[in-house]
């Protein structure tokens, strides 16, 4: 692994359910982690594409998306990421209360790489978190920000 420094964007509305998944991120060892967090798919989508107030945001090395999202869910925020060859490669990690096995079946179609449900047990979503935390940003190789970097200087 190169790269210790990671930006995770949380897409997630609610405020306690993204104190929880910072914290589980922050617990994993030998990682610096910027953690930002947008309330809505419209920011998400601001953000990624680096308009209105995030001119100067960095380009995340992961997203983990709600899919209940007010103005422009999760599964939008998703196809539009997914579908655009600059960014499909950014891992996202779907984050939501839903057990839908349709919501599931759907967000893996639309490619989400990873699905975790919200439970009421804290201890347990805390441990699936900090689980997929460390697999995406210890054990995976993902694409380095210089990738991202070189794509929109060409």
């Known amino acids: 692994m ?9 897409i997630e509305d609610n405020r306690p359910d ?5 914290t589980a991120l922050e617990k994993i060892e030998g990682l610096f982690l910027n953690i930002i967090n947008v309330s809505n798919g419209k920011k998400a989508i601001d953000f990624i594409y680096k308009k209105e107030d995030y001119k100067n945001a960095p380009t995340p090395d992961l997203i983990i998306l709600d899919i209940n999202l007010p103005f ?9 990421l997914k579908k ?5 490669m950014i891992p996202v ?7 839908s096995s349709s919501d599931i079946e759907e967000t893996y179609k639309l490619y ?3 699905y975790i449900t919200k439970t009421f047990n804290v201890q347990e979503v805390f441990k699936k978190i900090a689980i997929v935390g460390e697999y995406w940003l210890k054990t995976s190789e993902i694409p380095s920000i210089s990738y991202f970097i070189k794509k929109n200087k060409e």
Request: some cysteine; hydrophobic content about 35%; overall charge negative.
């Open 2 to 10: 190169k790269n210790t420094m990671f930006t995770i964007l949380s």
């Open 84 to 88: 655009d060859e600059e960014y499909r």
């Open 112 to 114: 989400a790489n990873s």
């Open 93 to 99: 990690i779907i984050f939501s209360n839903s057990e």
């Open 72 to 80: 422009m869910d999760g599964k939008e925020v998703l196809k539009c």
């Open 18 to 22: 993204f104190e929880l998944l910072k």
